[in-house]
């Protein structure tokens, strides 16, 4: 490995140390303001970890094909110790001041949005609900009056047929009606006194 990709190397290595300090302090932030608990701090532990690692390989393989020295793993800690000491506090605060601007954005984007969309279309709605319902109702009452018109004389005209019927087929149905009407006395608790 030459003197170039060495220095290369360790420079890419300082910035990675940087970057997993970054973050760290992104995480914290993140884990502050949402209160992660449980299982949710595993696994952004485990994120974190994989995007470092992933991270520290890829610059490896670009800059010298992963050959991996003890100095590498030197300059990962100054880098980070150098981020930690010099430019954690400021980081941190710039990352407290974007995460409660983009909080407000979204609120007011939220907000926004229910002024704006939601609660126009709710109202839209519901105004449109009602007026099916009124020309729901309008048009029954329109229809009935021919239905009654054509029905009525229909009604007089098979009267006579019904009440021959009627008188044929009693002795089949009385005992059914007769049944139905104990079965809704008796759970309607009034007793089961017959009657016939």
């Known amino acids: 490995m030459t003197l170039h990709t060495q220095w290369v190397t360790m420079g890419l290595m300082l910035g990675s140390g940087c970057l997993m300090g970054m973050m760290l302090d992104l995480y914290r932030v993140l884990s502050g303001r949402f209160r992660f608990k449980g299982w949710a701090i595993s696994l952004v532990d485990l994120l974190y970890w994989t995007v470092a690692a992933g991270l520290v390989f890829s610059l490896l393989m670009w800059s010298n094909w992963g050959e991996l020295r003890f100095y590498i793993f030197i300059a990962i800690l100054a880098g980070w110790m150098t981020y930690h000491t010099w430019f954690s506090r400021a980081v941190s605060r710039g990352m407290e001041w974007g995460v409660d601007t983009l909080?407000?954005?979204?609120?007011?984007?939220?907000?926004?949005?229910?002024?704006?969309?939601?609660?126009?279309l709710r109202g839209l709605w519901t105004l449109v609900v009602r007026i099916l319902g009124w020309i729901l109702r309008i048009l029954r009452m329109f229809l009935?009056?021919?239905?009654?018109?054509?029905?009525?004389?229909?009604?007089?005209?098979?009267?006579?047929?019904?009440?021959?019927?009627k008188q044929r087929y009693a002795p089949?149905?009385?005992?059914?009606?007769?049944?139905?009407?104990?079965?809704?006395?008796?759970?309607?608790?009034?007793?089961?006194?017959?009657?016939?």
Do not use: E, T
Request: aromatic content about 14%; glycine content about 12%; some cysteine.
């Open 144 to 165: 009935s009056i021919p239905v009654r018109l054509i029905l009525a004389p229909l009604g007089r005209w098979l009267q006579p047929c019904g009440l021959r019927l």
């Open 172 to 196: 089949v149905f009385r005992p059914v009606f007769r049944m139905v009407r104990a079965l809704r006395r008796w759970f309607s608790g009034k007793g089961d006194g017959g009657d016939g």
């Open 103 to 120: 909080g407000r954005i979204f609120r007011f984007c939220v907000r926004m949005f229910r002024m704006l969309v939601w609660i126009p």
